[in-house]
């Protein structure tokens, strides 16, 4: 029953973290990537409404920056319209900030450690390194070239999420080299 989903929602929460982090990366078509991309898009931000809808001022806060996120990120506007580029970014970062204090703060509240607030505190981790990704982007966007790859390819926002989990993570950036602007 609905009881079961609500038990094992920190996992639904999972899976499409992860294959929102880890599917597009299998499709070379861009077409068919960016339609993975938001698919998987919509289901992360619908199964994070329902985890916000224990908080009446939560959801509604997570229901409208979802709905901005899904709105801005569906039509394809150049990424060189400031605006339209701050929306998007502000839209996801907002939801993902909001879903991600809200598990922590579920988290916190908790007494008996289960599998499901394992879940949420992996949810949480992912969600941090997917702003921290997001937060990248912004900085590669206001000072262009902040991170750009030895053949001088501009880096993309897979790059640069993963450059947020091995901050996170603290692995180090052994593939990172200093230049000074040209």
């Known amino acids: 029953g609905l009881g079961d989903v609500y038990k094992r929602q920190f996992l639904f929460l999972l899976i499409f973290l992860l294959a929102f982090l880890l ?60 605006v339209i580029f701050l929306i998007r970014m502000g839209s996801l970062v907002g939801f993902f900030g909001l879903l991600t204090i809200h598990l922590l703060i579920r988290i916190a509240k908790t007494r008996m450690i289960n599998t499901n607030l394992i879940y949420g505190a992996i949810n949480g981790y992912i969600l941090i390194g997917l702003i921290g990704g997001m937060g990248f982007r912004l900085i590669n966007h206001f000072y262009p070239h902040s991170f750009v790859f030895g053949s001088g390819l501009e880096a993309k926002i897979d790059d640069l999420t993963y450059f947020s989990f091995i901050t996170l993570s603290s692995l180090g950036y052994g593939c990172l080299l200093y230049t000074s602007p040209s």
């Open 23 to 82: 599917l597009p990366s299998f499709f070379t078509d861009p077409n068919v990537k960016n339609v993975v991309i938001y698919g998987l898009l919509i289901a992360v931000i619908v199964i994070g409404i329902y985890e916000l809808s224990e908080s009446k001022h939560s959801f509604w806060a997570g229901v409208i920056f979802g709905f901005i996120a899904l709105i801005s990120n569906s039509i394809y506007i150049s990424e060189n319209y400031t």
